[in-house]
């Protein structure tokens, strides 16, 4: 069996132009980065003769089993082409640290892939190192400020503005900045995140425009002076920099498929920390120029589709007109209880206890009124026993369940999936918004917590408490919330799998972004800044006098 | 009178497929970012029917009232295609973190620029970006392993790599990392260099191919074990990993001027750290496929010159057929003692006093063996008189003068630089080796000290001469020697302007470039972290609807 690499290598690609020219855009409404790489110029063109469907995938709490949700939306979208829906892929761009922790990119895999997948999961077109350098020059401003007049007297020990690296590197996670004298800075602890988990990295994702990325970051909360009151970056005059350096970066980014299907990949928050999309400007560009839009959330549909339903479908002024939910029986059965090393046999028992945590997200999905389906990425071990359990239970809600094959198959193997999605996307529906913003965080928190995770209660810390309290007071109340959670479990607890009732949820301590416009809300201690294992990917790479590289995916 | 900035933007282009067009260069030599950059793939195409002539661009000291040598530079490159001497220039590229620091570009200026400016001196083609992640990513490797099994023993507190960033931040320049507890990795000491300083980038400039960096790599030495071992990255295992990541950034860079003169910048080290020259596959490139290449060293010719003929030639194998020495009258009254403010006015006493400098620089380059001539970059206020007295002096030693008005006339400023450039690179010439290999690095520490700055002797403190003994030792005492001092004087003391005679030469402490082949020898505190002003050039910049940027340059 040949490897995602092996497969991607072999691909003929086509130029990117003609790609460009497929869906409508000329030489000149894209910027060449390399034949098969292109950025998309702002403003994005407009095809008033599509359909602008939209398509959301989304999964169930991802496991060490595997789901395969890119691999699924990447045949989709062949999939759709090949039946003359005219379709464009959106979804997010990958942080390239991990590639260097943990082999695997994020770019779908067998024949449902993105390339050139190389590219695509190292530099690319230099989006995540724009970010890296506009929020670390952005620290530098912050810390120069302090040790110079500082007017605004901002608190040395109060700032949370911290810096980022697209490397996985556990040795920055807390360190003591300004050492080495007077002239050196102001001494002060601080940290870095990785660039996936900056407040910058949200903000290019839920931009409608440059401008409205200037005014977002401009309203950056960077700390708090000696009284505690906030300090934004228009206040201290660096949003202009700041944004010039993200100027290119705020533009989408064209690829293709296997199958030269048009891909639109353009940001990539973490799911947790931040919201878990593509950016705003992909999905539209895509929705601009294509009948349908398939595009995907972060991690499980509690974390990821929540969050693209309650934050990003207020920045982009579009309900998905579809969703598909993406689960494997393996997936399933590891959720029952059943041993990884297990999965390879028919698990009946546990496949019907693991159905919990699939039926929870379908009727959360369904509350929200968008009409689904369920699609089984295929593995050669499932049984035909273990397919009509699922469509058993499924068909009891009222949901459809697809086998979908795109990795052995590409595009071949999701053509009922795809026609599912097109049958759904023209079915009626109404949208039933989760919370409205004038409700007040607290409130917000109980309602996804209770009615989306089935939690029976919530619980604030004392500092949350007392965030909630200093939050109303700073006019911060009318932003959506985004939960920072465990993507394993509905709870706060990664080893809580299935479907846990009864439960309080924990909420620790309220982070403002209020650039990205949105408020965290920290369950649990959330890793910003991975750390690299016993013997990273990186020691078994190898790159040869033609560039060959091999242990890379 | 018109900015740099807008006397760029008003520039036409011509698309870098034409440009590449008209020295040899199909599409399939090319990889294209955008309409007016290009990165040309490897292996380098070569045109055997060219002359291959190199002229190398150097100047006095550096002072406070501008030198103009890059102009020169481009406004020679122009001249000599407006004389049709096929001409491509090769260049370093500019750090982006000074560009927020102080007001200023790295692009030439007036009427003889290199464009697209705005793009080269911000994220260009992701070089100091790819560098910047592939030093730190060998950083989180590298403290990954002391804090895993550690076999090879690297002791924490005798680690020599450091993090870099693309950003003036003082704040990084000492710190501690590692902080916050067991699973944080191991407590220690470090700093954080600014990208142009490191050792990666001299590594990327002097590399022959991409197998030559991958040596490269894994010669670095990142520390030393507990019984003082020096190790390296290949004992790690991590050179392909950082190769990987530098696959890209090691292709040359084509731009143009605004008078379309084929332009190849490419690499950007530091000229007291490092060696302060453009790549040696950008000279490569261009003298490959030009009649005349034209390019610069760093700083003056007693830094930038002396290294680029001690240790770029020796990679390079190409010594240049001519040289250019750039002054202003304005620079050389400053070096004989005119204040500033002074420069606008005729200074003759200081002028014959400052001269000093000129004439030891041409002594030096003499020396050599390479025919020169001294180029007088034109200011309005300049004398006639001023001009009679460089001409007659230079004349005693046997050189010509010529003015050259590259600022505001471009190439047609330039021409009788051109003219005079052509002649000499058709002189019959005789190279003079500085220093031998095999010479010990004291003896080629005094050689350059004493031969090159005027030196009467040179001192070494305790840790450089316990240094001398152990690199004897690692038998590291065949490379090249690369002096970290001031560019503002021929001695360690910025302070001392002019041609000081009589003085000792200092040298503090040696580190190990093993991977770009050469021992520093610092000399002086040498800044690798450049700071932010009080007033940072990030707060007075601005970027409209349409992207228009103002207040960079």
Redesign the interface.
């Known amino acids: 069996m040949l490897t995602d690499i092996e497969i991607a290598d072999q691909a003929t690609m086509e130029p990117i132009a003609k790609i460009a020219e497929k869906i409508g855009l000329s030489e000149d409404d894209i910027?060449?980065?390399?034949?098969y790489k292109a950025k998309l110029n702002l403003p994005l063109k407009k095809n008033d003769n599509k359909k602008h469907k939209l398509v959301l995938v989304t999964s169930i709490n991802p496991t060490p089993a595997g789901e395969g949700k890119s691999t699924v939306l990447v045949g989709l979208g062949d999939a759709l082409n090949k039946l003359n829906h005219q379709t464009i892929i959106a979804m997010r761009e990958p942080s390239?640290?991990p590639v260097?922790g943990i082999k695997g990119g994020a770019t779908g895999g067998g024949y449902s892939q993105v390339v050139p997948m190389e590219d695509i999961n190292?530099?690319f077109t230099?989006d995540l190192?724009?970010l890296?350098?506009a929020n670390?020059?952005l620290?530098?401003?912050v810390?120069?400020y302090i040790?110079?007049?500082n007017e605004l007297g901002l608190d040395p020990r109060r700032i949370i503005w911290k810096?980022v690296?697209?490397?996985?590197?556990?040795?920055?996670?807390?360190?003591?900045?300004?050492?080495?004298g007077v002239?050196?800075?102001?001494p002060r602890?601080t940290g870095f995140d990785i660039t996936a988990a900056s407040e910058l990295m949200a903000i290019l994702c839920l931009s409608t425009?440059?401008?409205d990325l200037?005014r977002r970051v401009g309203r950056i909360v960077v700390g708090y002076t000696h009284d505690k009151v906030p300090v934004t970056v228009s206040q201290l005059?660096?949003e202009?920099?700041i944004?010039?350096?993200l100027?290119?970066a705020i533009k989408p980014n064209l690829v293709q498929t296997l199958d030269h299907t048009p891909t639109i990949i353009h940001g990539g928050p973490f799911a947790n920390i931040a919201h878990g999309c593509n950016s705003v400007l992909a999905t539209q560009a895509a929705m601009n120029l294509a009948d349908y839009t398939v595009t995907e959330s972060g991690f499980g549909a509690d974390l990821g589709a929540e969050k693209f339903l309650d934050i990003k479908r207020r920045v982009l002024g579009k309900t998905p007109d579809a969703m598909v939910i993406v689960a494997t029986v393996r997936a399933l059965e590891y959720n029952g209880g059943a041993e990884l090393a297990a999965l390879k046999n028919e698990n009946l028992p546990e496949l019907k206890k693991g159905m919990a945590n699939l039926n929870r997200h379908i009727k959360n999905m369904q509350r929200f009124g968008i009409p689904l389906v369920v699609a089984i990425n295929h593995f050669v071990t499932d049984t035909d026993a273990e397919i009509k359990m699922i469509e058993d239970n499924c068909r009891a809600l009222g949901v459809n369940v697809v086998i979908a094959d795109a990795w052995a198959k590409g595009g071949d193997g999701t053509l009922d999936l795809a026609k599912e999605v097109v049958k759904l996307a023209d079915q009626p529906s109404e949208f039933h918004e989760l919370y409205t913003l004038d409700q007040t965080p607290e409130e917000k928190i109980r309602t996804i917590a209770t009615q989306v995770y089935g939690a029976k209660d919530v619980s604030f810390s004392n500092k949350a408490k007392k965030q909630l309290r200093q939050f109303t007071e700073f006019g911060w109340n009318d932003l959506p919330v985004c939960i920072a959670k465990t993507q394993y479990s509905f709870t706060d607890d990664k080893n809580q799998l299935g479907a846990p009732e009864g439960f309080t949820f924990h909420i620790r301590e309220l982070v403002p972004k209020l650039g990205a416009g949105f408020i965290v809300a920290l369950a649990g201690n959330m890793m910003t800044m991975p750390?690299?294992g016993?013997t990273?990917?990186?020691?078994n790479?190898?790159?040869?006098?033609n560039?060959t590289?091999k242990?890379?995916f």
Chains 1, 2 share one sequence.
């Open positions: 910027e060449q980065y390399g034949k390239m640290g260097f190292l530099h230099g190192h724009a890296t350098s670390n020059t620290a530098a401003l810390d120069n040790m110079r007049d810096r690296e697209d490397v996985n590197d556990r040795a920055l996670r807390n360190v003591v900045t300004g050492l080495g002239m050196q800075g102001i602890e425009d440059l401008m200037k005059g660096f202009d920099a944004t010039i350096l100027k290119d750390g690299l016993k990273p990917a990186a020691v790479m190898t790159i040869d006098e560039g590289i242990g890379l």
